[in-house]
């Protein structure tokens, strides 16, 4: 029996034009937060609070394991935040350039929001 060599054809030149793995990341967690943050409705009457939410993203893409690492100290707020993580269930599988099964992930919700008297400034 013999065993033949197969050669691809290919160009005698080949271009590559390889997206930075930095640029790649950045790209990947915009998305991300994208996807979570428009499953997120924090609860109109808070003003200034802080979640951190921390889970993994599974190499398809799936969402596990989100738990808050850090309280607002309002519960509805903290629920809500949780909500937006679980919901989403699933974002982009990861990129190629990450290697593993997951990785971790520490995402933070916060709201910031301004009560102005009308009758202080509008004069």
């Given at each position: 029996m013999r065993i033949a060599e197969v050669r691809p054809k290919v160009p005698a030149k080949i271009v590559q034009n390889k997206i930075p793995a930095e640029d790649i990341m950045n790209t990947?967690?915009?998305d991300m937060e994208h996807r979570i943050k428009s499953n997120w409705a924090p609860p109109e009457d808070s003003f200034k609070n802080k979640t951190v939410v921390t889970f993994k993203i599974m190499r398809d893409g799936t969402i596990k394991s989100s738990m808050i690492s850090e309280s607002s100290g309002d519960k509805q707020f903290d629920t809500d935040a949780i909500k937006a993580v679980q919901?989403?269930?699933?974002?982009?599988?990861?990129?190629?350039?990450?290697?593993?099964?997951?990785i971790d992930i520490t995402f933070t919700f916060e709201r910031i929001s301004y009560l102005i008297k009308k009758d202080r400034y509008n004069r």
């Open positions: 990947y967690m915009k919901q989403t269930g699933k974002v982009a599988p990861l990129p190629n350039d990450i290697l593993g099964e997951y």
